[in-house]
């Protein structure tokens, strides 16, 4: 079946480090969309790609959709300690069901 | 905003035992989702629901089934509990007008062990 790799599992940085989490999809995907989950939380919708090679910011988050649309990224420019949690990508084909990646978990150090 | 309402934060049944979690929505949202959460595994989906009545197996429904009587909710059940069902649950829902797929919108999650 349909299957979202995610990597790395954790990451631990200092703070004020960039941060990249990769997902790569094993089906080409209508579209991807990116969660973060506070400690002790809920995942919380972050943003939604929709276009092949489509760039997107957040103030200090960048995502990216790849080409083909199997993968994608998210980078954290100049990491913060309210940066911490665990970020999903969940993928859709266009059918029902969405995918999530097994999360990249990330740590910062103060 | 959006509201999802998990009935129980924290639960305690033992095993043997027939489960109810219950999640409902405000928002009258078609699509409603089953995830357990898992260390190392993420969200994997245990049933979802299209719409009322509707009702399609994820990844996982093995000692799962669910029922949508009505659109805002969505409950899980289990069975006949075992201790490898002591997880996080969390229930979902989501707009789907057409090809548009909205955001999924969570619940606060219920941790549920099986003693």
């Known amino acids: 079946g349909q299957q979202v790799m995610q990597i790395p599992q954790y990451q631990h940085v200092q703070e004020g480090e960039d941060f990249t989490t990769y997902c790569n999809s094993s089906?080409?995907?209508?579209?991807i969309q990116w969660y973060k989950q506070r400690p002790g939380g809920h995942p919380v919708f972050l943003i939604q790609?929709?276009?092949?090679?489509e760039v997107k910011k957040q103030k200090r988050l960048t995502f990216q959709f790849g080409e083909a649309k199997k993968n994608s990224s998210l980078h954290i420019t100049a990491t913060q300690t309210t940066d911490v949690g665990t970020y999903f990508c969940?993928?859709?084909?266009?059918?029902?069901?969405?995918?999530f990646g097994a999360g990249t978990r990330l740590f910062v150090k103060a | 905003d959006v509201k999802v309402t998990q009935s129980s934060r924290y639960l305690v049944k033992r095993t043997g035992e027939k489960v109810f979690l219950e999640c409902v929505q405000d928002?009258?949202?078609?699509?409603m989702f089953w995830y357990r959460q898992d260390p190392g595994l993420g969200l994997r989906l245990i049933y979802f629901?299209?719409?009322?009545?509707?009702?399609e197996k994820g990844d996982i429904p093995e000692g799962y089934s669910v029922s949508r009587e009505k659109k805002e909710r969505f409950s899980l059940i289990l069975e006949s509990a075992s201790t490898n069902q002591t997880s996080m649950y969390l229930c979902?829902?989501?707009?789907?007008?057409?090809?548009?797929?909205?955001?999924?919108?969570f619940g606060q999650g219920t941790r549920l062990t099986v003693v």
């Open positions: 969940a993928g859709n084909t266009g059918g029902f069901k969405t995918i």
């Open positions: 928002m009258d949202h078609e699509n």
């Open positions: 790609l929709v276009k092949s090679g």
């Open positions: 089906t080409t995907l209508s579209n």
């Open positions: 629901s299209y719409d009322v009545k509707m009702k």
């Open positions: 979902a829902s989501r707009v789907m007008k057409g090809g548009f797929r909205g955001q999924a919108f």
